[in-house]
């Protein structure tokens, strides 16, 4: 339902779960983490090759995954294909495997990922194209996107260059470079120079004018590059860097982007929350904001939504008091910077033209029942469960995982702007709206519920268009009449 703000210093506002119907709830035959692709008619997603037998340290281990095609209508399987990889991967693990990246559709074709070692293209029938194989290596894979710019495909594969020395834990570790492919043929039309690690979240930005690859080179807690610290901006001409650039201390994992065309950094400071803008031109910081509690917060009292002083909910000793946003949270939307924070289950917003920050509970699970707004009441299975009812990860409830606003560290799914809203998806079946024309309040929130029960992980983004939304968790495909 839909309500109006109340005005006067102290906001008072009511829940805004959104009815909505479910058209199906499809079951998937095998556990997952990709988004949806939609195009036409058509669904596209990856799971796993079927997971039997039994798991190491609550993990199954596995490097073959299947691209899949479904129709948009009925939710069904017209046609899939086996995407065998190089090395067996955890499954599930920390919000990444081998079926996290979502597949990329044009008109004619259609490219899956498979991080543990293969590229392939397919017609919209499911006619291979071209294919690519690597020898992947061993470490928790994290590797970010697949963009089209032009006809072409975009995305970061290994490096022959070596990141990481090979130890006695793990052989050696490659630096990763983005690629432009051309899709008729697969060949490399650019190989970029600029060396990436595999955790470097890229995304386009526009500077100038002009489309970029936005990047970074940023040391991990785990892995040292011996590189610096530095950002960078590439031309989608050729790959290479129209400029790079020194930045100041940053959060591993941060997503790279611009706001207002500067970068933008996620970095720490003690408890507080604390972003930077930097300029590419001149690395100097141009703006920045801190804080550690926000100028406002609105908080739901079991009733109603009420402004008050804001408390952080959660303090384990892993968090070490910090505050901070969940690093791959953070995006940025015109003049708006938003995220999830570690210590709570909010989303945050910065208005960059005033400085000014905003905190609104959210829901973390709506069940049939109930909507859960905390840890204690929070419901889900004793581990990860396929369609099949078969535990296919033991290994949740930790700060990376699900009980938190549904944000692992690493790979939370990236918002979708459709028309004037964003739709972010949350980790445990809470399809979350935040209404762009509006200043970031309850009044701008509102969310979806897509599993009733409390037994799915919604890892990847959804997909939208005019008949309705389309999620994707590691059981089932559930389509939404908006």
């Not at 920390?94 to 259609?110: E, F, G, M, R």
Request: proline residues 6%.
């Amino acid at each position: 339902m839909r309500i109006l703000a109340a005005l006067g210093l102290t906001v008072f506002l009511k829940a805004t779960a959104l009815s909505a119907e479910i058209v199906y709830r499809q079951p998937l035959n095998e556990a997952g983490q990709s988004g949806v692709c939609l195009h036409g008619d058509r669904l596209f997603l990856t799971v796993h090759s079927k997971l039997e037998g039994r798991m190491k340290g609550g993990f199954f281990f596995n490097g073959n995954i299947v691209g899949q095609c479904l129709d948009k209508s009925s939710g069904n399987l017209l046609w899939q294909v086996d995407l065998p990889g190089t090395w067996p991967g955890r499954v599930l693990e920390s919000w990444h495997d081998s079926t996290s990246l979502l597949p990329v559709a044009t008109d004619k074709y259609i490219v899956f990922h498979n991080l543990n070692g293969m590229l392939a293209c397919f017609t919209h029938e499911g006619k291979p194209v071209w294919e690519r194989r690597w020898q992947a290596p061993d470490p928790d894979i994290k590797n970010c996107r697949m963009y089209l710019n032009e006809g072409k495909l975009l995305v970061a594969l290994p490096s022959d260059k070596v990141a990481v020395e090979e130890s006695v834990k793990h052989p050696a570790l490659p630096f990763y470079q983005i690629r432009s492919i051309d899709l008729q043929t697969g060949k490399d039309l650019w190989v970029s120079p600029t060396l990436l690690h595999h955790a470097t979240q890229y995304s386009f930005g526009e500077w100038k004018g002009k489309t970029v690859m936005v990047a970074s080179m940023i040391d991990l807690s785990h892995w040292k590059f011996k590189l610096g610290r530095e950002g960078y901006l590439l031309s989608l001409d050729d790959g290479k860097p129209i400029l790079t650039f020194d930045l100041p201390p940053a959060i591993p994992h941060q997503k790279n982007q611009l706001c207002q065309g500067k970068f933008l950094v996620t970095g720490t400071n003690r408890k507080e929350t604390q972003f930077h803008l930097v300029d590419p031109e001149t690395a100097k910081i141009t703006k920045e904001f801190s804080f550690e509690k926000p100028d406002r917060y609105f908080g739901w009292n079991g009733k109603e939504y009420a402004e008050a002083d804001f408390v952080p909910e959660y303090a384990d000793r892993t968090l070490k008091g910090k505050g901070q946003p969940t690093p791959s949270t953070v995006h940025a939307f015109e003049d708006r910077i938003y995220f999830w924070r570690y210590d709570s289950g909010d989303i945050g917003c910065i208005d960059v033209k005033t400085g000014k920050s905003v905190l609104v509970e959210a829901p973390i699970q709506v069940l049939a029942d109930k909507i859960v707004w905390n840890k204690v009441d929070f419901q889900f299975t004793k581990g990860i469960l396929n369609s099949r009812d078969f535990n296919v990860n033991k290994r949740v409830g930790s700060v990376r995982g699900i009980q938190r606003g549904g944000f692992g560290h690493t790979n939370p799914a990236w918002p979708v702007r459709h028309e004037d809203k964003l739709y972010w998806q949350g980790g445990a079946g809470v399809l979350y709206l935040i209404d762009l024309t509006k200043p970031f309040s309850p009044d701008a929130l509102s969310w979806l519920g897509t599993d009733p029960v409390g037994a799915s992980w919604t890892f990847g983004a959804p997909a939208i268009d005019q008949s309705g939304i389309y999620v994707r968790s590691q059981r089932d495909l559930v389509r939404i009449t908006p």
